[in-house]
């Protein structure tokens, strides 16, 4: 079988603990954010990657292990082409200015989605800041860019099928899983989306099955380490039964099985 260090939730009861291990968030809002000041929407981006380093710390002093953030959906090519050419500028200068600081602070970085259609200086430098940071493991932080949770589900069934054609009897949800771009983390334990929109606008679709979901109407310039308390003392308070019942949750220790 695959050596899949991370179980799907829907095979097996994980494990939960108080503070979520992994959190996805949907930065959305900056725009709006801009707009209300009278200022262009880029200028909400700019902005955006400030609350973002306040997060990173966040996370960091709160025990979380793995923050991923959509930066770039598959569908803003959509946008104006002035804007996608501002936030692929803000992507490479960002990363040209904090790799090293991630790195210092013992911070693995990765990007996920589809890099095919950026630029190949912006890839390379992508590509240098995930191998500089390989070796870190105090916190994990993911990007994606140019991703879709559907482009993601594809690939990995395009690249399973094609790595096993004489496959009759279709694949399991371990060996799809460990095919999609985040295979190295478990599941995310609590989603955030600021900007007030309550939709998933094909983020992480598969890994998204039983995590918590919290929308905020905090633009995402404005969202910083209070605010994430916020989000994780929701968390804290929802009861995650993965199919089972409110009394078997309060009865039996049955946690971390499917009993
Ligand atoms: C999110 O903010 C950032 C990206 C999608 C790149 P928006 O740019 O979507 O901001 P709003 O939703 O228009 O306010
Ligand atoms: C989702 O935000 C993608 C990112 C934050 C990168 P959008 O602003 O693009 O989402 P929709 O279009 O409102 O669903
Ligand atoms: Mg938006």
Known sequence: MTGRRFRSSTREIPEVSAVPRHIAIIMDGNGRWARKRL???VAGHSRGVEALRSVIRGCIEQGVEYLTVFAFSSENWRRPQDEVSFLMQLFLKSLQKEVARLHDNGIRFRVIGDLARFDPHLVKVIREAEVLTAGNTRFNLTVAANYGGRWDILDAMSRLMARHPERRDGFS?????????????????????????????????????????????????????????????????RERRFGRTSEQLNSAPG?????
């Not at 929109?197 to 919290?214: D, G, H, P, V």
């Not at 946690?255 to 009993?259: F, K, N, P, V």
């Open 173 to 237: 949800e371990d060996e799809l899983a460990s095919e999609l771009s985040m295979s190295f983390a478990p599941e995310p334990d609590l989603f955030i989306r600021t900007g007030g929109e309550k939709r998933i606008s094909n983020f992480l679709l598969w890994q998204l099955a039983y995590t918590e979901l919290f929308f905020t109407d905090v633009l995402w310039p404005d969202f910083d380490a209070d605010a994430l308390a916020d989000a994780i003392a929701s968390y804290q308070g």
């Open 255 to 259: 946690q971390g099985s499917d009993a």
């Open 39 to 41: 200022m262009p929407r």
